[in-house]
C-alpha cells in the first residue's frame, strides 16, 4: 500500500532553515508528480509546493516563492522540501502528498513551529 513518510520539522527561529523529508513507498515513485501542502492551525490545508515526477518543473505557491525549493530523489523514493529564510507565518503542519490512480495519499505530517 502506498505510504509516505515524512521527518525533518521542529522549531527555528525566524530567518531560520529546515529541510523536509518524504520517504515514499507501495508505488513506482518514478512515474507521479508530488506535492507539499500544509496546514496552520484555524486554516484550510493549502497547496505549498509541487514537483513533476522527473523532477523538471516546480510550482510554488507565492507566499514561499524565492524561500522553499522542492527536490526530489528518484533513486531513493525521496521528495524534500528545502526552507529557508523562515517567517512565523510558515508556522503549520506540512504534510507529503501524491494523486495515483484517481485516489488522494497523504503523509502523517511533520510540524513546523517558527518561533523565537
Known amino acids: 500500500q502506498v505510504q509516505l513518510v515524512e521527518s525533518g520539522g521542529g522549531l527555528v527561529q525566524p530567518g531560520g532553515s529546515l529541510r523536509l523529508s518524504c520517504a515514499a513507498s507501495?508505488?513506482?515513485?518514478?512515474?507521479?508528480?508530488m506535492s507539499w501542502y500544509r496546514q496552520a492551525p484555524g486554516k484550510e490545508r493549502e497547496l505549498v509546493a509541487l514537483i513533476t515526477y522527473n523532477g523538471r518543473s516546480t510550482n510554488y505557491a507565492d507566499s514561499v516563492k524565492g524561500r522553499f525549493t522542492i527536490s526530489r530523489d528518484n533513486a531513493k523514493n525521496t521528495v524534500y522540501l528545502q526552507m529557508n529564510s523562515l517567517k512565523p507565518e510558515d508556522t503549520a503542519v506540512y504534510y507529503c502528498?501524491?494523486?495515483?490512480?484517481?485516489?488522494?495519499?497523504w503523509g502523517q505530517g511533520t510540524q513546523v513551529t517558527v518561533s523565537s
Open positions: 507501495g508505488f513506482t515513485f518514478i512515474t507521479y508528480a
Open positions: 502528498y501524491v494523486r495515483r490512480t484517481g485516489n488522494d495519499y
